[in-house]
């Protein structure tokens, strides 16, 4: 494929898109000209983050148009099996996160709070605009064409009670008894993968450990323990290990059907 700059753009704003003419908001407009350096009438490509790919003319500083809006460049199904990291937010290094797991491949990151998260006082309605931008920007450098989506905090407690039928869980642990790895609890879920399709989660701790209330949750409710290594990972080296394995394990189902 062409190597040529890209910029993500909201389906909404693609379906509004009259006589295939983009007008480009002041940010995209000082990242095509000011950054990338774009000269008019030079091609670039437009993403919709929901798998569909278009070819783009630079017209003028301040709009595109999109060649064939209605027969995209490429376009990419959905995965059939989706991967989710839930991480109880760090003090540092959740940015790098969501940079990492999206380069890597997760579709869905779940942020997560814990009875000792070490970073609890947040402004998370702008948090998550930041993280939206982060998370579109690494889609652009890593090419990816589907963007994940970064779900609402919620408390560990309460998202487990709201897993549905589709979804498969695994908490990675140290410090505790544990029958897999993730490797092995991913191949233990091929029989569902194949019927089902699905998303399937690892979840990452906090940086103080689980609560004693919370342990004993994840027991009673049969949730699997799994281990990512035989050393203590901080939770950022936990989360792109456990997000490298996720993908792989997709990489070699899809191979195998």
């Known amino acids: 494929m062409e190597d040529l700059t890209r910029l993500i753009i909201s389906p909404e704003r693609i379906v509004n898109i009259k006589n295939n003419n983009l007008e480009l908001t002041n940010d995209e407009a000082h ?54 990291i839930a991480v109880v937010i760090p003090k540092n290094g959740f940015e790098d996160i969501l940079k990492m797991c999206t380069e890597i491949g997760i579709d869905y990151i779940q942020p997560l709070f814990s009875e000792r998260q070490v970073n609890k006082n947040l402004n998370f309605s702008r948090k998550l605009l930041r993280w939206n931008l982060i998370i579109k920007e690494a889609v652009e450098q890593s090419e990816r064409l589907w963007k994940p989506s970064i779900l609402n905090c919620m408390g560990i407690i309460e998202w487990l009670k709201s897993r549905g039928n589709q979804e498969r869980v695994s908490i990675s642990i140290t410090r505790e008894e544990t029958l897999y790895d993730l490797n092995q609890w991913l191949r233990k879920q091929k029989e569902f993968a194949n019927k089902k399709g699905g998303i399937f989660w690892n979840v990452i701790g906090p940086e103080g450990g689980w609560s004693a209330k919370e342990i004993d949750f994840f027991k009673k409710n049969n949730v699997t323990f799994v281990k990512l290594s035989d050393t203590i990972l901080r939770t950022s080296t936990a989360s792109i290990n456990a997000s490298s394995i996720l993908n792989q394990w997709r990489i070699d189902l899809k191979l195998k059907n």
């Open 31 to 84: 990242y095509i000209n000011k950054v990338m350096r774009i000269k008019t009438g030079k091609e670039i490509f437009i993403a919709n983050g929901e798998g569909s790919l278009w070819k783009a003319i630079k017209v003028k500083n301040d709009s595109l148009k999109i060649s064939q809006l209605q027969k995209p460049y490429l376009f990419q199904e959905k995965e059939i099996y989706l991967l989710g």
